[in-house]
């Protein structure tokens, strides 16, 4: 499941209601959040933990409030709380193995 927020309510329900939750802060504009979105599509369909995408230009409060300030920043959540951070792209397997190690821990 991948989900574009529409709304801070939803992204705080999503944070709060899923656990864990992975989150791609990214800006519409970033060539490397363009080039990143085929993978992370790819990702969410194999659906082994809920992904929602949070616009910058949309939603800079929640940015300004996880420190996010590059494109994509990706950050698991669990139980409400940031839990692991990796700023940048990566390809799939990478992406499998970071998220991975993040529930294992």
């Known amino acids: 499941m991948l989900?574009?927020?529409e709304s801070t309510e939803q992204f705080e329900s999503a944070v709060n209601g899923y656990s864990p939750?992975?989150?791609?802060?990214?800006q519409p504009w970033c060539k490397y959040c363009q080039a990143f979105f085929p993978t992370?599509?790819?990702f969410a369909a194999q659906g082994p933990i809920p992904v929602i995408q949070v616009s910058?230009?949309?939603?800079?409060q929640i940015f300004?409030?996880?420190g996010v300030d590059s494109y994509p920043t990706l950050i698991?959540?669990?139980g409400g709380q940031p839990f692991a951070k990796h700023a940048g792209s990566m390809p799939m397997e990478e992406l499998q193995?970071?998220?991975e190690k993040a529930?294992?821990?």
């Open 21 to 26: 939750l992975l989150v791609e802060f990214f």
């Open 97 to 99: 193995n970071w998220v």
């Open 64 to 66: 300004d409030a996880y």
């Open 40 to 42: 992370l599509e790819e």
């Open 103 to 105: 529930l294992q821990a």
């Open 56 to 60: 910058g230009e949309e939603f800079p």
């Open 76 to 78: 698991v959540f669990r």
């Open 3 to 5: 989900t574009q927020i």
